[in-house]
Antibody, heavy 116, light 106 residues
Framework: EVQLVESGGGLVQPGGSLRLSCAGSGFTFSNYWMHWVRQAPGKGLVWVSR????????NYADFVKGRFTISRDNAKNTLYLQMNRLRVDDTAVYYCARDMDYDSFWGQGTLVTVSS | SYELTQPPSVSVSPGQTASITCSGDDLGNKYVCWYQQRPGQSPQLIIY???KWPSGIPDRFSGSNSGNTATLTISGAQAVDEADYYCQAWDSSTAVFGGGTKLTVL
């Protein structure tokens, strides 16, 4: 069974940092592009970042450039999102997603709340 | 930056056909995916590359894309189809989602 399990969310003050993790199982993690997508409470989906299967290509949405860093450890079947200089409007459920094409699969998400 | 526009809401009677549109500049020259998100759940891919079905998705869902508009059609809508639907396309190595459409089956 394919699984993606996010962790690392929580409450953080503005300007703080968090590191999200996404553990994959039930599939060959190293074969897939991986993505982070977020959803603010009651709002729509917003793509954050992606990383190629071997880590050689990385792209970010403009609003996180310079603040967030995506990475992966294929030996551990794990995707990461390092989030620095967090802002109140970064508050959202963060989903990791395998692929965004015919083989897409999403985790259940982890909630990040940025508040003082 | 590239934008995709969806109607905020669409209503359909059970057994009838619902259409959800997604508009963007020259969208017909991009591939469009559609995601379904039921309340409290994570999104699920229901259409990829404009009109293809992932494994396990019923064929009452269909997609098309031409000109500036992509369309998701749900034939014979069921109560279980009540959800938010999002279109998504790629523009310059950036994924863009539409704002989402809430489908009500009543």
């Amino acid at each position: 069974e394919v699984q993606l399990v996010e962790s690392g969310g929580g409450l953080v003050q503005p300007g703080g940092s968090l590191r999200l993790s996404c553990a994959g199982s039930g599939f060959t993690f190293s074969n897939y592009w991986m993505h982070w997508v977020r959803q603010a409470p009651g709002k729509g989906l917003v793509w954050v970042s992606r990383i190629k299967s071997d880590g050689s290509i990385i792209n970010y949405a403009d609003f996180v450039k310079g603040r967030f860093t995506i990475s992966r450890d294929n030996a551990k079947n794990t995707l990461y999102l390092q989030m620095n200089r967090l802002r109140v409007d970064d508050t959202a459920v963060y989903y990791c997603a395998r692929d965004m094409d015919y083989d897409s699969f999403w985790g259940q998400g982890t909630l990040v709340t940025v508040s003082s | 930056s590239y934008e995709l526009t969806q109607p905020p809401s669409v209503s359909v009677s059970p057994g009838q056909t619902a259409s959800i549109t997604c508009s963007g500049d020259d969208l017909g020259n991009k591939y469009v995916c559609w995601y379904q998100q039921r309340p409290g759940q994570s999104p699920q891919l229901i259409i990829y590359q404009d009109d293809k079905w992932p494994s396990g998705i019923p064929d009452r869902f269909s997609g098309s894309n031409s000109g500036n508009t992509a369309t998701l059609t749900i034939s014979g809508a069921q109560a279980v189809d009540e959800a938010d639907y999002y279109c998504q396309a790629w523009d310059s190595s950036t994924a863009v989602f539409g704002g989402g459409t809430k489908l009500t089956v009543l």
